[in-house]
């Protein structure tokens, strides 16, 4: 039996005689997340679209990785020579290679693999992602977050290669501290970045699997919280994905997103407004998170340039009775009072938003650095919420004329 074992059965014993029935119940769950630690088996998925750059080193990581009870299925659509010439390499590896001559889509490649699969938790990791490599078994570290949990966001980092990669870091960490916030608000989620998440297998079938939508990671997150699943938000283990090393390239990557976001909008609507309702503390505050342009853009849209002078004109009459430094700005014109606010609003949210994103950058253990930060805010941001807005715009008048062919 072991001396673990004997000193259960003698708490167990004990128990009985002082008819402790919730105690025994207590240890007899610990037991049980025990052995779904050392037995649950995971299958790991990852689509390809022709080849990447990273698949081989991610493959190898996962090979490397020291937990037994795991399964790895690599999808390639249409595959290139390399994509053929990698598979041939990890031949007589635990690694199943299944190869499409035309592009199926990865909602429907992923969802036919998921049935076939013999896992209790399903890891899907995009082809472009790196595992954060600690010393850990990254697998079994999965395995153990999964006990409370019915899907699971893992911390994405980015692979910073490029500027532009660099300033795109900043949009992730707003995403996955407004996972953590989801997660230790509520228990449930709206979205995931399906870039590398888990999910358990029995969530993943009572969902009915990805839809063909162009973010099938938003719409099951969404789903998943209607159907009241646990989610959960590993900040303690990580992947890097690669993301584009050029402004054009993050253009053509956030249109993309922008749609799918847009019909993933249109098609909740009525859930996101149940949500708002429910959950105000957590949504407004990730919203203003996720999209740091928003309060200027607001500001610019809803208060009238007259009332907001005005109030600064009267601020600074005020200002200036206690401090002479302000009397200056005070005697000055109303244009140069239209700089100077525009001037102020713009330095304080800077300073707001930097301040804020710096301190969650050291809780999650990102990098920061405030020139980056800067571009982001007063150009990355901007664009991306400018882009959400167009693409709104675009799917309620216009939807029939769009076409969604990425990955459906």
């Known amino acids: 039996m072991g001396w673990i074992g004997f000193n259960v059965y003698v708490e167990v014993m004990k128990d009985l005689l002082y008819l402790k029935i919730s105690k025994i119940k207590n240890i007899f769950r610990m037991l049980l997340m025990v052995n779904m630690i050392s037995?649950?088996?995971?299958?790991?998925?990852?689509?390809?679209?022709?080849?990447?750059?990273?698949?081989?080193?991610?493959?190898?990581?996962?090979?490397k990785d020291p937990y037994e009870e795991k399964e790895i299925f690599v999808?390639?659509?249409?595959?290139?020579?390399?994509?053929?010439?990698?598979?041939?390499?990890?031949?007589?590896?635990?690694?199943?290679?299944?190869?499409?001559?035309?592009?199926?889509?990865?909602?429907?490649?992923?969802?036919?693999?998921?049935?076939?699969?013999?896992?209790?938790?399903?890891?899907?990791?995009?082809?472009?992602?790196?595992?954060?490599?600690?010393?850990?078994?990254?697998?079994?570290a999965v395995a153990s977050e999964m006990n409370d949990a019915d899907i699971l966001e893992i911390k994405k980092g980015i692979i910073r290669n490029s500027f532009v990669a660099k300033v795109a870091s900043y949009d992730y960490l707003?995403?996955?501290?407004?996972?953590?916030?989801?997660?230790?608000?509520?228990?449930?989620?709206?979205?995931?970045?399906?870039?590398?998440?888990?999910?358990?297998?029995?969530?993943?079938?009572?969902?009915?699997?990805f839809r063909r939508v162009i973010c099938e990671d938003l719409d099951i997150a969404t789903r998943s919280f209607t159907?009241?699943?646990?989610?959960?938000?590993?900040?303690?283990?990580s992947v890097h994905t690669k993301a584009p090393s050029s402004w054009r390239e993050w253009f053509i990557q956030r249109k993309r997103w922008g749609i799918g976001a847009a019909f993933w909008f249109k098609e909740n609507l009525r859930i996101l407004k149940y949500a708002v309702r429910k959950y105000p503390k957590v949504i407004i505050p990730s919203?203003?998170?996720?999209?740091?342009?928003l309060p200027i853009m607001l500001a610019n849209l809803f208060i009238p340039d007259d009332l907001s002078l005005k109030m600064l004109y009267v601020s600074l009459i005020l200002l200036s009775t206690k401090m002479n430094i302000f009397m200056p700005p005070t005697a000055l014109t109303s244009t140069t009072l239209l700089m100077l606010r525009n001037f102020l609003i713009f330095l304080g949210s800077l300073a707001t938003y930097s301040t804020t994103f710096y301190l969650i950058a050291r809780k999650l253990h990102f990098h920061f650095n405030f020139l980056e930060?800067?571009?982001?805010?007063?150009?990355a941001a901007p664009l991306w919420l400018l882009i959400i807005v167009v693409s709104l715009i675009k799917v309620y008048v216009k939807p029939h004329n769009i076409k969604v062919d990425w990955k459906v």
């Not at 007589?92 to 889509?105: A, L, P, S, T």
């Not at 407004?178 to 993943?204: D, P």
């Not at 159907?227 to 283990?237: C, D, L, M, S």
């Not at 930060?373 to 150009?379: A, D, E, H, L, M």
């Open 287 to 293: 919203l203003l998170l996720i999209f740091p342009a």
């Open 75 to 140: 999808i390639i659509d249409e595959p290139t020579q390399k994509s053929l010439d990698l598979s041939k390499r990890f031949s007589g590896e635990n690694v199943h290679f299944i190869f499409n001559g035309v592009r199926k889509g990865k909602a429907n490649v992923l969802n036919e693999i998921a049935k076939k699969s013999k896992g209790d938790i399903l890891l899907f990791l995009d082809s472009d992602v790196l595992i954060e490599k600690n010393g850990e078994s990254f697998l079994k």
């Open 39 to 63: 037995s649950g088996k995971i299958s790991i998925l990852i689509p390809v679209y022709r080849e990447s750059d990273l698949l081989e080193p991610l493959i190898e990581d996962l090979l």
């Open 373 to 379: 930060f800067t571009v982001f805010y007063f150009i």
């Open 227 to 237: 159907n009241g699943a646990r989610f959960k938000f590993a900040e303690n283990i």
């Open 174 to 209: 707003g995403f996955n501290f407004t996972s953590l916030y989801f997660s230790r608000s509520i228990g449930r989620c709206l979205g995931i970045n399906g870039a590398a998440f888990a999910v358990k297998k029995s969530t993943f079938e009572e969902l009915g699997g």
